[in-house]
């Protein structure tokens, strides 16, 4: 991470990790779907959750992570998230770097399952790139990328009371090997989402801590 930032001067990969963790309240049960190698899971759930479950159905993937971003709070399973994803009740499900790896039919049933995963008041958090303007995808292997925040925040509300959509967009630095990034961020769910007036946290804000 720390390589890409200084080389390019741009956060981006940092963005996701944050905005998940403004998704987590403290000692929260957290489902990470896609974790991969685990490096957000370790680095930014794991420190708010009382318990992670994190699944990728990459077995080295998990395996790289539970060597290398093992913690006592955090569970690595392999599990092809497009078979089932994993029982329990959630406050929050992360969802980071991935929707764009499926249809929209894997998308809607996996999104239909986390719904039913949630707590009260819960909710899913992710983010993942949009379509260049073109119609071309970012990354070539991607199933789907969502044109805009528009689209994918039109998506999610098939399946979410409440839905807050936002993006951000790092333009190319060629010089430094970079590509433009469009990056999409979701929260979504039944009750207050991060930034809603009500949020606890802009609470704490408003009274200067
Ligand atoms: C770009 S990585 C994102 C990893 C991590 N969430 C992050 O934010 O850095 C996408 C991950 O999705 C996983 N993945 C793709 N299809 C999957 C599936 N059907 N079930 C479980 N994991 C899957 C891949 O193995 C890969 O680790």
């Known amino acids: 991470m720390y390589s890409l930032w200084e080389r390019l001067q741009q956060p981006f990969m940092a963005e996701r990790g944050v905005v998940s963790v403004f998704a987590i309240p403290e000692g929260a049960h957290v489902l990470d779907l896609c974790c991969g190698d685990g490096y957000y899971t370790h680095m930014f759930h794991s420190g708010r959750a009382s318990h992670v479950i994190a699944v990728d159905f990459d077995s080295s993937a998990i395996a790289f992570a539970r060597q290398y971003h093992s913690a006592p709070n955090i569970t690595y399973t392999v599990c092809d998230v497009r078979a089932g994803i994993p029982d329990g009740s959630f406050d929050t499900v992360i969802w980071n770097g991935a929707i764009e790896h499926f249809t929209e039919q894997e998308m809607s049933a996996i999104l239909t399952s986390i719904r039913r995963r949630l707590k009260p008041g819960g909710m899913v958090a992710g983010y993942t790139v949009a379509a260049y303007e073109t119609g071309e995808l970012q990354l070539s292997h991607h199933e789907y990328e969502f044109p805009s925040a528009a689209a994918l925040a039109a998506f999610?509300?098939?399946?979410?009371?409440?839905?807050?959509?936002?993006?951000?967009?790092?333009?190319?630095?060629?010089?430094?090997?970079?590509?433009?990034?469009?990056n999409l961020y979701f929260y979504a769910g039944a009750g207050i989402l991060p930034f809603d007036a009500e949020w606890p946290f802009q609470a704490i804000a408003s009274r200067g801590c």
């Open 156 to 182: 999610l509300s098939k399946y979410f009371e409440h839905v807050r959509v936002f993006e951000s967009v790092w333009p190319a630095k060629p010089s430094l090997g970079g590509v433009k990034r469009h």
